[in-house]
C-alpha cells in the first residue's frame, strides 16, 4: 500500500457563495473514502508562497450535522484577486514543493486558473481545478459555484425595486456584475420580471429602450419599468464604463448612470429615474441548493481524479453530468457568453422584454 496522500486545496480569485461547500465536499470524501491528509492554503498564492498550510481533516467531519461549512458565504480560507504572479514563480515553486503536497486543488475562475495552471506546468504539480465564479463565464462547464446563488440574490433584489418603483411611477435601472457575459443579467431579469435586459453580448439602442417604456404606459397603462444593465455593457457610441481601484486595477462600473441620464434626458419630464448598483451584495451570503449541490459533486469528482492520478484537468457541469475536461482546453476556448439566439434570449422576447437589437415593444 502506497503513502497516504496529502493534498492541497486553495480558493483563488473574487469569492463567491458555494466556496466553503466544495472544501467541505473534499474534506468528506477524501478523509472518509480516502483516508487522504487535506491541508487548506490560505489567500491563494500569497499563502502559497507564505508556505502556509492550515490541517483540514477534523474540521467539518466532527461537526457534521451543523457543519457551518454548508451555509457559510465567502470562502473560510481567504482568497486573492491580486492578478500577476510572475515576479514570484521560483519563489513560489520552491513554496509548493516545500508544502511536500501530492496534489493541489484550485478552486477559482478563468483568470486564476490561467496563472496556476502555468506554475503548474513550470512546476510539475499534480494540478486538479474546480470552476467557481458569479458570473459563469468559464468555458466549457454549464454551470460554476457561485452564478445560481448570485441570480437568486440579483432576483430578490429586482422584487425589492419593483414595489418601490411601483409606488413613485419611477424608471430603475439595477446594474449587475458578470464581465463581459450577460448570464447574470440575462437569469436574474428573466426571474425578477425586468422589462428591459441589457447585456454586452446584444447591441441595444437609447431609442429602443425608450420606445419600450412609452409601450409600456400607452398599452398597459404602467408607469413604472425596471431595467436590468450588465457591468460590461458599452455606451451607444461604444465606450466601457470603468474604475481604476486603488492598487490600480481597472474595473468595471457606472453603465447603469449612462443609461439613467440617456433615457431622463430623451423623456424629459416623463419619467423619473433611479440608479441601484448592486456591487459585492451579488456576492455574498448562503449558498442556494443547487450552488451547494454543484460544489458537493465538484468537490468530489475532483478528488477522485486524483485518485485516478488525472491531473491537469477541470471538472465541468454538463447536461447535468460532472465531466472532466483538459484545463488547457478549458483555458484555450473562449469565456462562455450569451448567444444571442439562444433558447433563453428568445424567451425573454417572447415574454416582451426588451434585450437590444430590434424592437420589442
Ligand atoms: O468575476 C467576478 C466579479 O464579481 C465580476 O463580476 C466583477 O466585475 C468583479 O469580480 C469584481 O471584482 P472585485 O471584487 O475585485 O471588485
Redesign the pocket.
Known amino acids: 500500500m502506497g503513502q497516504r496522500k496529502r493534498i492541497g486545496i486553495l480558493t483563488s480569485?473574487?469569492?463567491?457563495p458555494g466556496l466553503n461547500c466544495v472544501i467541505r465536499a473534499v474534506i468528506s470524501h477524501a478523509t472518509l473514502t480516502y483516508n487522504w491528509e487535506i491541508v487548506g492554503i490560505p489567500n491563494a498564492t500569497q499563502g502559497l508562497l507564505e508556505r502556509k498550510a492550515i490541517a483540514l481533516n477534523l474540521h467539518g467531519l466532527d461537526v457534521h450535522g451543523i457543519d457551518p461549512l454548508l451555509s457559510m458565504g465567502g470562502t473560510y480560507l481567504g482568497s486573492t484577486?491580486k492578478g500577476n504572479t510572475s515576479d514570484h514563480t521560483s519563489e513560489l515553486l520552491a513554496s509548493y514543493q516545500a508544502l511536500a503536497i501530492d496534489a493541489l486543488i484550485a478552486i477559482g475562475?478563468d483568470?486564476s486558473l490561467a496563472i496556476l495552471r502555468d506554475l503548474a506546468c513550470q512546476g510539475k504539480w499534480n494540478l486538479v481545478a474546480i470552476p467557481k465564479?458569479?458570473?459563469n463565464?468559464v468555458a466549457i462547464t454549464e454551470r460554476a459555484v457561485g452564478f445560481d446563488t448570485?441570480v437568486n440574490t440579483i432576483t430578490e433584489s429586482l422584487n425589492r425595486l419593483t414595489y418601490t418603483a411601483a409606488s413613485h411611477d419611477r424608471v430603475m435601472i439595477v446594474e449587475?456584475?458578470?464581465?463581459q457575459s450577460g448570464h447574470?443579467a440575462l437569469h436574474a431579469g428573466i426571474a425578477g420580471g425586468a422589462d428591459i435586459i441589457l447585456i454586452p453580448e446584444i447591441p441595444y439602442s437609447i431609442a429602443d429602450i425608450c420606445q419600450k417604456i412609452n409601450a409600456l404606459r400607452d398599452h398597459w397603462g404602467r408607469k413604472f419599468a425596471i431595467i436590468v444593465v450588465a457591468?460590461?455593457v458599452k455606451t451607444e457610441e461604444g465606450s466601457s464604463s470603468i474604475y481604476t481601484?486603488s492598487l490600480g486595477?481597472v474595473?468595471?462600473?457606472g453603465i447603469s448612470q449612462y443609461i439613467s441620464e440617456q433615457v431622463a434626458h430623451t423623456l424629459t419630464q416623463e419619467v423619473e429615474t433611479r440608479v441601484t448598483v448592486l456591487?459585492?451584495v451579488?456576492?455574498g451570503g448562503m449558498p442556494s441548493a443547487l450552488d451547494r449541490i454543484v460544489a458537493a459533486a465538484f468537490g468530489k469528482a475532483a478528488v477522485d481524479l486524483i485518485a485516478q492520478q488525472q491531473y491537469d484537468r477541470m471538472v465541468a457541469w454538463q447536461n447535468f453530468q460532472v465531466k472532466s475536461i483538459p484545463l488547457e482546453e478549458v483555458l484555450l476556448s473562449s469565456p462562455l457568453s450569451v448567444e444571442p439566439d439562444s433558447y433563453l434570449v428568445q424567451t425573454a422576447r417572447a415574454l416582451g422584454i426588451y434585450i437590444g437589437e430590434g424592437k420589442n415593444n
Do not use: P
Request: include cysteine; proline fraction near 0%.
Open positions: 480569485g473574487g469569492d463567491c484577486s475562475g483568470g465564479t458569479i458570473d463565464d448570485a449587475v456584475m458578470g464581465r447574470l457591468e460590461g481601484d486595477q474595473r468595471l462600473r456591487g459585492h451579488q456576492r
